[in-house]
């Protein structure tokens, strides 16, 4: 069935430093990714997304690079702040409400 | 202002006896989704509601149930809880049906099966 893969699981950055996280699906039908944040005692919220036809797409500190040959996409942050920290998911959609998500990658980012 | 919000936050219920949790929504969307996460897992989706309508997962177990009695609230119900169904509930919300909607999503329920 559907599969969403993300790693790393944690990931613990110095503050001004960038961050990477990377996601694999398994259906290559799938054309859209949203990330999400989940904040400590909060439900996720949605940051950024992409669709299939795009390769890349940036707001501001943060990116999302999508390779559809490889099917893989990564969520990047730059210039980490403290207030980035947080459990971060991908997910994954093919025309449809349904989104499979990742396990989450729990991202420190030390002052 | 929260647009989504669970109650309670923490439930701890015992093995066997139904425990229903509570979703309710400002924005008027018109579909309300639940999803359960395991620690250290991604969120699985349970079923969700365009609507009125009801629309199950296959892979959801019948001891999940829902109610929906109006566009601002839903509820789920666990009829004979497990100690396998300890984990925390996500409520989401989006607009429509369709391909790319954004979801919001509240704050979840924290569920303990003793």
């Known amino acids: 069935g559907e599969n969403v893969e993300q790693h790393p699981s944690t990931l613990s950055v110095q503050e001004g430093d960038s961050a990477v996280i990377k996601c694999t699906y398994s259906d290559s039908a799938s054309n859209y990714f949203p990330w999400y944040k989940q904040e400590l005692g909060k439900g996720p919220q949605l940051i950024i997304d992409i669709r299939s036809n795009v390769g890349e797409k940036k707001d501001q500190r943060i990116a999302v690079t999508l390779n559809k040959t490889a099917k893989h996409f990564s969520l990047h942050i730059t210039e980490t702040q403290p207030e980035d920290s947080a459990v971060y998911f991908c997910?994954?959609?093919?025309?449809?409400?349904?989104?499979?998500f990742g396990s989450g990658t729990r991202l420190l980012v030390r002052p | 202002d929260a647009m989504v919000i669970q109650n309670p936050r923490y439930q701890v219920t015992q093995f066997g006896k139904p425990v229903t949790l509570s979703c309710s929504q400002t924005?008027?969307?018109?579909?309300m989704y639940w999803y359960q996460q395991k620690s250290s897992q991604a969120p699985k989706l349970l079923f969700h509601?365009?609507?009125?309508?009801?629309?199950n997962e296959a892979d959801t177990p019948d001891n999940f149930q829902s109610r929906r009695p109006n566009t601002s609230f839903c509820f789920l119900d666990i009829r004979s809880p497990g100690l396998g169904d300890a984990a925390m509930y996500l409520c989401a919300t989006s607009r429509d049906h369709g391909w790319m909607e954004k979801l919001f999503f509240g704050s979840g329920t924290q569920l303990s099966v003793l």
């Open positions: 509601y365009y609507d009125k309508d009801f629309n």
């Open positions: 924005l008027n969307h018109n579909v």
């Open positions: 997910a994954a959609s093919r025309r449809s409400y349904k989104l499979i």
